[in-house]
């Protein structure tokens, strides 16, 4: 579990701090037209609770209590503050997280841009490979969806599925880590689905 939880962070850590890099390096754009993810009011799944986090104005739909950190990481923009909420369900690891960018930061740099390089970013840091990479929308805001194959520091393989939204200054990322072999976490679309914004 810890392993997972390990890659968890990973990605969390290098997504936030690759998107806020002023000069992305340039990347193939692999993305489909964007996908529209709908924020309308959606019965909870069964066996999920509804979590609110009204600081980071977000609800979403999960298996189990979700635990707060905080950690700031130092990046080209200066230190971003990351405040993240995760779950563990047997050996899967379930995680909401989102991060406030300066102003000056998506003056300088295009959505796209940013989006690739927490992509790049997530896969870099944990040896990993983008299997997947579609443009996706909430609410009107863009967003990508990913699918990354990689490793945790002890070597262990896994696969994060995961979304990120940037919604004016703040970029959202959900995500579901899960052991390579056992057939994905049950429940991973639902979690992801599930996210809505709160007074936006």
């Known amino acids: 579990m810890k392993n997972i939880i390990a890659l968890t962070l990973g990605v969390v850590i290098l997504a936030f701090s690759a998107g806020c890099r002023q000069s992305a390096a340039n990347t193939s754009n692999n993305a489909n037209s964007p996908v529209a993810a709908t924020s309308d009011s959606e019965p909870v799944p069964v066996n999920t609770k509804l979590f609110t986090s009204e600081a980071g104005g977000f609800s979403i739909a999960t298996p189990g209590e ?22 563990t369900l047997g050996e899967n690891a379930f995680v ?37 990479d579609t443009k996706i ?12 194959h990689g490793k945790a520091p002890s070597g262990q393989e896994a696969t994060a599925k995961v979304r990120y939204y940037l919604v004016k200054n703040r970029l959202y990322q959900i995500m579901v880590v899960t052991p390579k072999g056992n057939g994905g976490a049950a429940g991973t679309d639902d979690f992801l ?4 914004l709160q007074n936006q």
């Open 96 to 132: 909401a997280g989102y991060s406030d960018f300066p102003a000056a930061v998506l003056k300088q740099t295009s959505t796209d841009k940013m989006l690739d390089g927490a992509r790049d970013g997530a896969a870099r840091n944990v040896n990993g490979t983008v299997v997947s």
């Open 193 to 196: 689905q599930s996210f809505k």
């Open 137 to 148: 929308t909430l609410d009107g805001s863009p967003g990508r969806e990913i699918v990354i």
């Open 66 to 87: 979700m635990r707060e950190t905080t950690q700031d990481v130092p990046t080209a923009a200066g230190n971003i503050k990351i405040s993240l909420y995760q779950t």
